[in-house]
């Protein structure tokens, strides 16, 4: 059976890439803590975010992804803290992350805005149910047993600038990498992030904000996202979205009482995965809260 079929090879490539490959999102502005600790605090204010994303949709066991991020700047001005739990599902597979970060502003006379510096430490609770698997080969050794809690720490770092206008990243979320020559032969491996991005104001109306982040890692090919988002008067976002030998997306959100963002995207693939799935969806929900009186000047654009 073609599903069937299609579920099985999908299994395979995520247990020899399960850690080559960490989750990317398309909306991935509303969520670079995920990517980069040194974002923790920069947008002075404290940030919820949740987003939920089904990639291949239709394909029996192709990946869902949920995130919780929270980030906020603390009363020593200079400090930023952010936490993140991560539940990312490929077949019989389940990786469960748990994120504290923290952030050191640093201001200079010469240059706008600030630079950050981040710290990232955390835990992934490594599961497998290959119980749950239809196999065409009863009793195949390679997906006997299961795995339950296996617990891998890590930590991570990254430096992040941003001024009114633009910003930019480089960090490293995952630096050490961790073993495991049980029956999954798991291996961590260094994720390399880019990032950049800036809004360009057409008129009182319109702003473009063009943006992108760059994924590398060894033994996988370069991935890259470019983002291009029409701004409608500071609360309709649309957006055009390409990534690199996978995808090309649409995302649309809408922003209220400059607080509380709602977005919607839709992937579709620009590989096989095309003629076999019904494109990958992603829904997130992101509000910020700002303490003091006449603290917000604008919506957050990134």
Known sequence: MKK?????????????????????????????LYYNPAYAGSSNQLSLGLISRVKWAG??????TQLLTAN??????????????????????????????????????AIPGRIFLGMKGGLNFLNADFGALSLDQNNDPAFAGNYSN??????????????????????????VQNKDQGQLEFQDQRHIYLSGGTFIELNRM???????????????????????????????FFGL???LQDSFGLFAQILLRNSFRV???????TTSMSRSSFGSHELVLVYDFYFRKGQVTGPRLF
């Open 241 to 243: 979205n390409y990534r």
């Open 4 to 32: 069937i079929t299609l579920f099985i090879s999908l299994v395979c490539a995520s247990i020899q890439l399960i850690a080559q490959q960490e989750t990317q999102v398309t909306q991935y502005l509303d969520n670079m």
């Open 59 to 64: 394909v029996d066991g192709a990946p869902r």
């Open 263 to 269: 977005g919607y995207s839709y992937d579709m693939a």
């Open 72 to 109: 906020t700047p603390t009363k020593y001005k200079s400090l930023g803290l952010g936490f993140s739990m991560l539940n990312d599902v490929t077949g019989p597979l389940r990786q469960n992350w748990i994120n504290i970060d923290a952030s050191y502003a640093l201001k200079f006379d």
């Open 206 to 236: 319109w702003k473009i904000r063009p943006s992108t982040l760059i994924k590398w890692t060894a033994n996988a090919p370069l991935q890259f996202d470019l983002t291009a988002t029409g701004i409608i008067y500071d609360q309709f």
């Open 150 to 175: 296996n617990v891998l720490p890590n930590v991570g770092a990254g430096i992040y600038y941003r001024s009114e206008k633009y910003f930019a990243g480089f960090s490293i979320p995952r630096l």
